[in-house]
């Protein structure tokens, strides 16, 4: 996924090279590339006794400042989403009266100019 473009990475087109390798064959270990320096282990182990030492040893505070940006734009998308699941058979439902508003006045106007004739 590293190096792959944004739009590589919202559609996952960048993980098919390895579907397709996995397919055909039992997967290997070098057959998946490493994960890049900042997601490892040491920099993260790094990371977090940072921020442990310097929040007097409290878990939940460490955890916290090391990862609220992450945790809050998942928060947000999660709350995108919910809006979008709901909206979703609103708008639909908007659509149908719409159309069927638009019907009957069609009807009503195609029986009122036979009607006069």
Partial sequence: MHGAGPINRLLFSWCWPLVKLGASRPLELSDVWASVEE?????????????WRRHCPSLV???????????????VMQAASAVLDFLGPVMLGKFVELAS???AGAL????GE????
């Fill in 39 to 51: 997601d490892s282990v040491e920099v993260n182990a790094e990371l977090f006794d940072r921020y």
């Fill in 61 to 75: 505070r460490a955890l916290y400042v090391m990862y609220w940006k992450p945790f809050l734009l998942c928060g």
């Fill in 101 to 103: 508003q638009d019907a």
């Fill in 108 to 111: 009503r106007r195609r029986h």
């Fill in 114 to 117: 036979s009607a006069h004739r």
